[in-house]
C-alpha cells in the first residue's frame, strides 16, 4: 500500500517533470528588498496596542525567529511560503480571489496547525517580505499567544461579539514591525457557535477588504473535529492542509479534503514526514491544486 507521503512525493515529481514551479530547497538567495509588489499598510494599525514577542520563548518551541534566521526551520519555510506569497500577491498563473487570506489547518488536532501558523507568519513578517497578520481562529484551543510568550488578551472572539467593535482595538502591533496579532479573545461558551455565526462571515469580508495589502494568516480549528470550520474555509482564497505523515489515516485526510472542496487553492503539508531522500528534511510539500490524484 503506498503511503501518503510516497503519493505526494510521486505527485510532485510529475508536477516538476510537467514544468510546475516547485519550491527549491535551500536558502534564498536575495535578502532584504524584494521585486515583488509591497503589500505594507499602517492603517489599523494607529491605534493598536503594542506587545512584546518573546524571541527566547520561541526558540525554545523551535519556531522561526528573528535571531535564528540561519536556522533549518528558517530555511524550511523559506521553501514552504513561496507559493502561497505567489498566490497571495497576483503573481500566480491565475488571480486567486481573496488569495492574501491563508488558512492553516488539518483533519485532526495535533497535528502541528499552530505550528504551521506561527513559523509561516514569522517567516513572511521577519524576511521583511510582506505585512502579516496572524489570527487565533482555533478558539476551542487557541495557543497562539501563549507560544509567543504573551498573556491571552481580547481579539477574534470580541469581534464577532460585539460587531461595533473595531479591529484594530483588539489587534495587537509586534517588536516585529511587520506582524501583527489577532488573538482568539476572550473565551466564550458558545465560541465554536460564534466562530460559524452570520457576524463571522461579515467580519471576515470586511478584513479581506480592509487589508487587502497584508497577508492574514488564519490558525484554525481541525476539519473533522469541528465543522465551524467551513465559514472560514469557505472565505479564504488559500488553505495549507497539515498533515501528521506518520500518524493521520490516509481516509481522514480524504474527508477533511471533501470538506475545503471550495476553496480556490489547496495545499498540503506532510509535517514531521521523513523525507526519503538524502536530506535531513521534516517536510515535504504536496501541491492541492490536483489533489484529485490523491483519490486515486
Ligand atoms: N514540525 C514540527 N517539529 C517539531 N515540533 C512540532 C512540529 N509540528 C508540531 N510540533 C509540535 O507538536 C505539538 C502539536 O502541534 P500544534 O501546532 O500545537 O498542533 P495543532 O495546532 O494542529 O493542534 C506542539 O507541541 C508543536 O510544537
Ligand atoms: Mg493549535
Do not use: W
Not at 179 to 206: C, F, K, N, Q, Y
Not at 227 to 254: H, K, P, Y
Amino acid at each position: 500500500m503506498s503511503t501518503l507521503i510516497e503519493l505526494a512525493a510521486q505527485r510532485l515529481e510529475k508536477l516538476q517533470q510537467a514544468g510546475a514551479v516547485v519550491p527549491e530547497v535551500g536558502g534564498r538567495k536575495k535578502e532584504g528588498k524584494t521585486s515583488e509588489a509591497p503589500l505594507n499598510s499602517t492603517v489599523s494599525t494607529l491605534t493598536s496596542r503594542y506587545v512584546e514577542i518573546d524571541f527566547d520563548a520561541l526558540e525554545k518551541s523551535g519556531i522561526v525567529n528573528p535571531s535564528a534566521a540561519r536556522s533549518n526551520i528558517a530555511d524550511q519555510y523559506r521553501v514552504i511560503k513561496r507559493p502561497l506569497i505567489s498566490n497571495a500577491t497576483g503573481k500566480g498563473t491565475t488571480k486567486i480571489q481573496n488569495g492574501n487570506l491563508i488558512m492553516i489547518t488539518s483533519a485532526l488536532p495535533g497535528e502541528g496547525k499552530s505550528f504551521t501558523a506561527l513559523n509561516l507568519a514569522m517567516s513572511m513578517a521577519t524576511e521583511l517580505d510582506y505585512t502579516v497578520m496572524l489570527v487565533d481562529a482555533d478558539v476551542g484551543r487557541p495557543s497562539i499567544m501563549n507560544l509567543l510568550g504573551l498573556p491571552a488578551s481580547a481579539g477574534l472572539l470580541d469581534l464577532v461579539m460585539d460587531e461595533s467593535q473595531d479591529v484594530s482595538s483588539v489587534l495587537l502591533r509586534t517588536n516585529i514591525d511587520k506582524l501583527t496579532i489577532l488573538p482568539s479573545g476572550t473565551a466564550h461558551p458558545r465560541a465554536t457557535e460564534l466562530l460559524a455565526s452570520d457576524a463571522m462571515v461579515r467580519l471576515l469580508s470586511g478584513m479581506a477588504k480592509r487589508y487587502a495589502d497584508r497577508i492574514i494568516i488564519f490558525d484554525s480549528p481541525p476539519l473533522l473535529a469541528a465543522t465551524e470550520s467551513r465559514v472560514l474555509a469557505s472565505s479564504v482564497g488559500q488553505i495549507v492542509m497539515v498533515v501528521c505523515a506518520q500518524r493521520t489515516l490516509q481516509s481522514d485526510v480524504l474527508k477533511a479534503l471533501d470538506m475545503i472542496e471550495a476553496c480556490p487553492v489547496k495545499l498540503m503539508l506532510l509535517n514531521q514526514a521523513r523525507s526519503h531522500s538524502k536530506s535531513s528534511y521534516g517536510y515535504g510539500y504536496g501541491y492541492g491544486y490536483d489533489y484529485e490524484k490523491l483519490k486515486a
